[in-house]
């Protein structure tokens, strides 16, 4: 039995309980990781803490409209949407500088947002021009213009965690649109070294690495101290952890540890298992996104819920390698959990999206109410609009 395009199927469960369970987690975590640094700077300890369940809440909001709104509407607009974000991330150049780079303008960072408009427009580029993304001049130069656009505007400020992000991402996506590999070979063997030149251009970005190299050759994590702190934090927290509330690190010794060094907090209040159960929720989460990409109706819904589910993953991969000092530092945030409002909208928006990819695909199909069969979503029709 045909519905009406309106009529959805049910969406993705498991995403949208793990994702919840993870914003909610992070209230708890933020308030006993910030407590410290809040009393000490503004004078009162749960500051940081109505900061950030403001921001969870703002992102539960964005989280359940954008899982409403049909995700192919983005393919008519993902253009516009590239170039607005393009236009704010060249304003903010000339924005004030916060800790060496100049990433905020109107309370928000445009590069937090231009990671999901570039996985938007990509997708949506890739499915319009479909057997020509292997053509060298029509395919391939046409989507590294908007790769190179918006990772530039990004390395200017600077922000090499996040450019370097976004970059490899395209490049998954590009991988998963069918992008011939020989291009793809060349671009990196090309992007590599300029990526290593830019990230010792600035003496701080340099010593993060050569701290890296040699703790990694001499096996003494003291070399970068917010390592070696966030190291400490997980040994005290041992298998069982401290418990809530109980972090040692929190107490200044670890520089900030409600941003991008939260992880530390939780495996030292909620030990090896926390830690453990926290990488399993992105670990359901990942396959989830695949299943649900699997899923997908058209190569727009595929390619943009791989793409979603690519830098969700990474983010949590590259910030969980970063405090366990597997990886030289970064500043990218630990997603659903780290402070942050812009990192935290996005992610939100970007969960509804692969939330309303799920709810067109025949995953969880709803019961026809008035027969008690199973309905259909009717196959998508000719797609609307261009994209350039």
């Known amino acids: 039995m045909m519905i009406s395009k309106t009529q959805k199927n049910h969406i993705d469960i498991a995403t949208l309980v793990v994702v919840l369970i993870l914003m909610v987690f992070s209230v ?48 008519k607009v993902s253009k516009y949407l590239l170039i607005g974000i393009a236009g704010l991330l060249v304003i903010t150049l000339g924005a004030s500088v916060v800790k060496g780079a100049s990433r905020w303008i109107f309370g928000i960072q445009p590069s937090e947002f231009a990671r999901l408009a570039l996985i938007i427009h990509l997708a949506a580029l890739i499915t319009k021009k479909k057997e020509l993304v292997q053509d060298l001049k029509q395919g391939f130069y046409p989507l ?92 005290n927290g041992g298998i069982f952890g401290l418990g809530p509330g109980g972090s040692k690190q ?84 630990l997603p659903f959990i780290s402070y942050g409002g812009s990192s935290m909208i996005v992610s939100c928006i970007a969960v509804g999206i692969l939330l309303n990819i799920s709810a067109q695909t025949d995953m969880h199909p709803r019961l026809a109410a008035d027969s008690g069969v199973r309905a259909q979503v009717p196959q998508q029709g000719p797609a609307v609009g261009q994209v350039y």
């Open 28 to 75: 708890g975590v933020v308030y006993s990781a910030s407590s410290s640094w809040a009393q000490q700077h503004v004078g009162a300890s749960g500051r940081m803490l109505g900061n950030h369940a403001l921001k969870v809440l703002i992102g539960f909001f964005f989280l359940f409209v954008t899982m409403q709104i049909d995700y192919r509407i983005l393919k």
């Open 144 to 235: 590294m213009f908007w790769v190179m656009l918006i990772t530039g505007l990004v390395f200017l400020q600077p922000a090499f965690s996040t450019g370097s992000m976004l970059f490899m991402v395209s490049m998954l996506m590009l991988y998963v649109g069918g992008v011939r590999g020989k291009h793809l070979g060349l671009t990196l063997a090309a992007g590599i070294p300029l990526l290593a030149g830019y990230m010792i251009s600035a003496p701080y970005r340099a010593k993060r690495v050569t701290d890296y190299i040699a703790s990694v050759l001499s096996g003494n994590m003291n070399m970068n101290h917010q390592v070696y702190q966030g190291i400490l934090g997980f040994a």
């Open 250 to 333: 929190r107490d200044l010794f670890l520089p900030e540890p409600f941003g991008d060094f939260v992880f530390p907090i939780i495996g030292e209040e909620y030990g090896l298992i926390g830690t453990v159960l926290v990488l399993l929720m992105f670990v359901i989460f990942f396959l989830r996104g695949l299943a649900i990409a699997k899923a997908a109706r058209d190569e727009f819904g595929r390619l943009l819920a791989l793409g979603i589910t690519f830098t969700v993953t990474l983010y949590a991969i590259m910030n969980a390698g970063v405090t366990l000092a597997l990886l030289p530092t970064t500043g990218l945030p």
